[in-house]
DNA sequence: AGCTGTGAATTATTTCACAGCA
DNA sequence: TGCTGTGAAATAATTCACAGCT
């Protein structure tokens, strides 16, 4: 969250940010800010701020992001040829190392630069190229089963936009993209002000 | 997150389910899943537990789902044509009323059963089909452009997949996608494998 | 003077534990 | 007996407020 903030600060040229500042744009209160950077180290100037550059720094060495991240998607379909062309993860440390499907007539055409490989490659892609997260963008009924191969080629980290719940053995890490959560959390909001904002006051619990 | 629990029962066919049993499938503790379904009303049983279907309802009221909502989507791009397709929406009570491009040669494309309509058409789009969720899966930047035409057509709700950060007035509910956020907390896990598990241990604050 | 970093105070969330109902 | 619903207790997150650095 702080991280995209700064980014967006870094893109407009601003050289340092006061926790306030940046507390603002993130949407918290400075002093929560401030607690949070405190975990990283001492990285403010008092009496100045943030050096934002140095801070997007640290941050992303925090976060993982200053090394490369090879990932394999497979299912080129529609969401997978979005996901290879999606030009956030290029600039944000991860590399599309290839993009597989089943079905041979896609074999061979050209996504985002790559050549469309079969999943019979699967595992000698994730061992030549060290791809340590594999993305699923398959129907939900191949899904599982590319789950299992990835696991057993040894990737730990899978990210699932088929609306299925993967079963995995302990160690491997799997996060569930369900883009309906989303539609869903606007339709609340929306039935909301219809209601005229009358209703139980607990709905803050769904802002974050 | 309940509500999907609850609906991989109810494709089980599991008839009733106790807290504690839900609150595992869920990932929390059973106090809680009491205490947070409590807020809805009082439609567990003392000693059975919870009607599965009837729980979904009531849930899918409070959230807005039982009624249909339609949803336009601009861009018929990959991620635009990706969106149109997606199982989840259909069942899940949104209702894709038009996807929408600004290029000529896309335009009467046959999408998901729609016909990909001109970006001009979009004011009658919104008051014909009465849409009340705008979806931006343009370029950046088209992205501020077409929601801009969106707020002025009246729509309240917008669900932006470009990767920049859109302005609104007041009263206009705006949820931005980040794809790459997901790929950037497994690689902070993948990190943190590799490292050994050691380092700070505030980490759980990322599970979430 | 202006800001960070952080103890102390406050507020919110989560869990325990059990009364009470089916 | 087996479960829900919920006060009370425990734990966690957030905010205040200010000492201390630049």
Known sequence: MYLRALQALSDRGTPTVSSEELATVAGVNSAKLRKDLSHLGSYGTRGVGYDVEYLIYQISRELGLTQ??????????????????????????????????????????????????????????????????????????????????????????????????????????????DLSIELQILAFHEQRKADGHEGPDWIGALEA
Chains 1, 2 share one sequence.
Request: aromatic content about 6%; some cysteine; charged content about 20%.
């Open 68 to 177: 490369d991240w090879s990932v394999a998607i497979v299912g080129a379909g529609n969401l997978g040829r979005a996901l290879a062309n999606y030009g956030g993860f290029g600039t944000r440390g991860f590399r599309i190392a290839a993009l597989l499907d089943a079905d041979a007539a896609v074999v061979g055409d050209e996504v985002a630069g790559l050549s469309v490989r079969h999943i019979d490659t699967l595992e000698d892609v994730v061992s030549m190229e060290k791809v340590s997260i594999g993305v699923i963008a398959t129907p939900a009924a191949a899904a599982q089963g590319v789950c299992d191969r990835f696991v057993s080629a040894g990737v730990t980290s899978v990210l699932n936009f088929a609306p299925v719940v993967l079963n995995v053995p302990d160690g491997v890490d799997v996060r569930k993209v």
